[in-house]
């Protein structure tokens, strides 16, 4: 099992920026692939960015694409969602997801989730 803890949500007017950090419990940090995942109020689970295991390859959906950016460290076992010009509409509870690095891009079903953290954008 991977353990994965999400942080850094919270309420933010527009325009603002937030950090979002998922924290994974495996030294093995490095072979997975790492996704962010955000689900609204009567939506379903959207995907939102992806990482190689190595940091080299990055993956964003056109909504977010320019506006966040997904990065990691894996000397501390992190991924971050580095999220800049938020916008109302970004209003949802984001999920971090680990899988075993073995395609790219990565595909959505991902083993291994956080327990989402809140980001409330206010108009």
């Known amino acids: 099992q991977v353990q994965l803890v999400e942080s850094g949500g919270g309420l933010v007017q527009a325009g603002g920026s937030l950090r979002l950090s998922c924290t994974a419990s495996?030294?093995?940090?490095?072979?997975?692939?790492m996704g962010w995942f955000r689900q609204a109020p009567g939506k379903e689970r959207e995907y939102v960015a992806a990482i190689r295991g190595t940091g080299g390859m990055t993956y964003y959906v056109d909504a977010v694409k320019g506006r966040f950016t997904i990065s990691r460290d894996n000397a501390k076992n992190t991924v971050y969602l580095q999220m800049n010009s938020l916008k109302p509409e970004d209003t949802a509870v984001y999920y971090c997801?680990?899988?075993?690095?073995?395609?790219?891009?990565?595909?959505?079903?991902?083993?291994?989730w956080g327990q989402g953290t809140q980001v409330t954008i206010s108009s």
């Open positions: 495996r030294s093995t940090f490095s072979y997975y692939d």
């Open positions: 997801a680990a899988r075993w690095g073995s395609t790219w891009p990565p595909p959505s079903s991902y083993p291994y």
